[in-house]
């Protein structure tokens, strides 16, 4: 059974505003988040891991409790399916323009992967979290899959 929608679920696409003190400052530290919370996700859980992007997101405190609560409802069935948490992988990171940027990276388990999809947006002010989801598509890992 995939997690498909699950992942629909956690597509986040919102035009809200995160606060401008909480854009980071070049690509380089959006890679070091998303290494932080994958770090969250791998060692304490996915709720861990969505409440540290919380400062760089762009989307209402509720959207975000929201996913929080789905997440938590799912975790306990991944556990079941993957088996463990045995880490992450930094895969990827591509650049569209001058003002997006994705990070691809892995959580890994004990039987299967979850891949994790972040996007940043070049504001004005700094590099904002516009969107990010899981799925276990490993597939769209790879390049044209």
Not at 20 to 31: F, T
Not at 41 to 56: Q, W
Not at 64 to 74: N, P, R, V, W, Y
Not at 86 to 113: D, N
Request: charged share 25%; hydrophobic share 40%.
């Amino acid at each position: 059974m995939r997690i498909a929608l699950f992942a629909l679920c956690l597509l986040v696409s919102t035009a809200v505003c995160a606060q401008p003190n909480n854009r980071l400052k070049d690509p380089v530290a959006a890679r070091q988040l998303t290494d932080r919370i994958m770090e969250k996700i791998s060692k304490e859980s996915i709720e861990a891991g969505m409440r540290l992007a919380k400062p760089y997101l762009i989307i209402p405190d509720a959207e975000l409790e929201s996913m929080i609560g789905q997440a938590k409802l799912q975790e306990p069935m991944m556990g079941q399916r993957f088996g463990k948490s045995v880490g992450y992988e930094f895969i990827r990171e591509e650049r569209a323009g001058e003002h997006l940027l994705r990070i691809i990276q892995i959580g890994r388990h004990e039987r299967h992967v979850t891949r994790w999809s972040f996007v940043f947006y070049r504001t004005p002010t700094g590099w904002a979290l516009n969107t990010f989801h899981f799925d276990d598509n490993i597939r769209s890992v790879f390049a044209g899959g």
